[in-house]
Nanobody, 121 residues
């Protein structure tokens, strides 16, 4: 059994910072790509940032220069450092990881439970 547990969301003023964490645990053989998605009210879930197992990051244009994704492979954890937050960053943030569980030969997309980020004065 594999699960992703997120932490770090909350309420912050415009221009502020938050750091999200997501730890994978359970019967894990290997993890490839990890990433963060977000879903604002009335909108579809969208990819925010992703990072390969080798540490190569990608971010969407709307967060470039403000958000940084990183990971600690030893801890099976992915982070999202969010700086210069704007009201339009308000959303539920979900982490995602492609994981091969012990005793299996296939890769499965796992999702965290979501953490609310609210940017408001």
């Amino acid at each position: 059994q594999v699960q992703l547990v997120e932490s770090g969301g909350g309420l912050v003023q415009p221009g502020g910072s938050l750091r999200l964490s997501c730890a994978a645990s359970g019967s894990i053989f290997s993890i490839t790509a990890m990433g963060w998605y977000r879903q604002a009210p009335g909108k579809q879930r969208e990819l925010v940032a992703s990072i390969t197992s080798g540490g190569s990051p990608k971010c969407v244009d709307s967060v470039k220069g403000r958000f940084t994704i990183s990971r600690d492979n030893a801890k099976n954890t992915v982070y999202l450092q969010m700086n210069s937050l704007k009201p339009e960053d308000t959303a539920v943030y979900y982490c995602n990881a492609k994981i091969r569980a012990l005793g299996t030969l296939w890769w499965v997309d796992y999702w965290g439970q979501g953490t609310q980020v609210t940017v408001s004065s």
